[in-house]
């Protein structure tokens, strides 16, 4: 059985006859933090969506938990996303109205038990379980829609959780929040990862949203892809250059990375 819980092979994406993402050979192995940076238009959320089946690639091949994604039938692919929760940054607009946040919880845990089977005893227990492991129980009867924007993450990132996913999806999980909820958020992705031992792939505009297990980043712009591989490695002045502008360079502080101006950055 391969290691690799995500394995890519030779991905193309063409839509109204550009490229969208070309990704020759990428795998991520079971219990692995990886990072996908790249600007906007990178082609970032079009990885993710591959790898749930939303977006069928133009070639190539995607497998995910030794899944081919791209041959599978609507009920094997709905089986496949049973094991694979995607964190997108919000719910559809109107689609949380008028849920509580415990109700916005138990969205996740519909895959597992049946799309038209009310959920069971066992099935709350989970719900309410996650609520409370992410500090969310004085909210749970609380309607979503009045949550501030760290609050609902922290509601869509326990909703991802009672699906008891192997493998999570996030897209840009810290957009839009402030440097508060930001820490959190980030605070509770490494705490998760290291005591579930849970697959991850996070896209990503900033460095400091990279929890402290992340080893490996994976660089796309425009579609393609210029770098790939251990954080320190690809992280170099140059290539922050290249990402976010001159002046600026990359600090790694107890596993975290930051950017910060160059003229007060000490080599790594």
């Known amino acids: ?43 970032k959320t079009t990885l993710l969506k591959c790898l749930t089946g939303t977006v069928r690639p133009s070639s190539g091949s995607v497998r995910v938990l030794g899944q081919q994604v791209e041959r599978l039938g609507a009920v094997a692919l709905a089986r496949l996303r049973r094991r694979v929760a995607c964190l997108a940054q919000v719910l559809a607009p109107g689609s949380e109205m008028p849920l509580t946040l415990r109700e916005v919880v138990a969205i996740g845990r519909t895959g597992r038990a049946g799309l038209l089977r009310p959920l069971g005893r066992e099935d709350w227990r989970r719900v309410d379980q996650w609520i409370g492991r992410l500090g969310l129980d004085s909210l749970a009867r609380e309607p979503y829609g009045v949550l501030s924007g760290g609050e609902q993450r922290k509601a869509l990132l326990a909703m991802a ?17 402030d440097a508060f909820w930001r820490e959190q958020i980030v605070a509770t992705l490494g705490e998760l990862h ?19 297990g992340t080893r490996r980043v994976f660089v796309l712009r425009a579609g393609r892809v210029i770098a790939h ?37 000490a080599p790594r």
């Open 1 to 43: 059985m391969s290691p690799h819980a995500i394995e890519i092979d030779d991905l193309l994406v063409v839509r109204g006859g550009r490229t969208i993402l070309a990704v020759g050979r990428l795998t991520v192995d079971a219990g692995e933090i990886l990072a996908v940076l790249g600007p906007n238009g990178a082609g």
């Open 229 to 265: 591989g251990q954080g320190d490695e690809v992280l170099t002045h140059d290539r922050i250059a290249e990402l976010y502008g001159p002046g600026l360079t990359v600090l790694r502080r107890e596993g975290r990375y930051l950017l910060a101006p160059h003229s007060q950055g």
């Open 161 to 177: 959780m009672v699906q008891e996913p192997e493998i999570l999806l996030l897209d840009e999980p810290t957009a839009n929040l």
């Open 194 to 212: 290291r005591e579930t031992g849970l697959t991850i792939v996070l896209v990503c505009h900033d460095l400091e949203t990279l929890p402290g």
